[in-house]
């Protein structure tokens, strides 16, 4: 059973809120530019009859950035997918003990994520993207970046997990 108390309860630390502040600008800094960008690449190819031809390879690489980053603020809300079935029916020390023991193993997983992150980019580093020219191992840097900065999270937030006491952020017309 979810607890009614949020996270947001409690002042963040500053060093906290500084990671989170600056997480939520970059991922909302990506989606910003990638809509406009392929907003802009939709107006100009039926209105122009132009396709701007590095949109669609930029704003791939964008969403690839945006997914990674945002796992880690998905968790502090609560988001991502879970099956609660052993957990409901656990005592509350049980449930505890679960939900610590999930965090070590996502924290061993991020690890891993990093490092075999990182190889993939060490692979990738001396090839181009088709349209960009860029090095191909830059899209693949969202990889360990993005696992590094989850694990971050995670452990700033741990306390929070466990207890199941996660930030809700008030959507518009959420309350309507």
Do not use: K
Not at 35 to 51: C, G, K, M, W
Not at 81 to 104: K, Q, S
Not at 109 to 127: R, S
């Amino acid at each position: 059973m979810e607890t009614a108390s949020s996270a947001l309860d409690r002042p963040l630390p500053r060093a906290e809120l500084l990671l989170v502040r600056l997480n939520q600008g970059l991922v909302i800094a990506l989606m910003g530019t990638m809509s406009i960008l392929v907003f802009t690449n939709v107006v100009s190819r039926y209105l122009f009859n132009h396709s701007l031809v590095w949109v669609e390879e930029f704003t791939q690489y964008q969403m690839i950035w945006i997914t990674w980053l945002g796992a880690g603020l998905a968790l502090r809300e609560g988001r991502h997918v879970a099956v609660d079935l052993l957990h409901d029916v656990l005592p509350d020390p049980l449930c505890r003990l679960l939900r610590w023991a999930l965090v070590f193993i996502m924290l061993a997983f991020l690890a891993a994520l990093a490092w075999y992150g990182m190889q993939i980019v060490a692979f990738t580093w001396n090839q181009e993207t088709p349209m960009l020219g860029i090095r191909t191992g830059i899209p693949y840097l969202g990889i360990p970046i993005g696992a590094a900065l989850f694990a971050l999270h995670l452990i700033v937030f741990a306390r929070e997990f466990v207890e199941r006491r996660f930030e809700h952020v008030d959507e518009p017309g959420a309350g309507a």
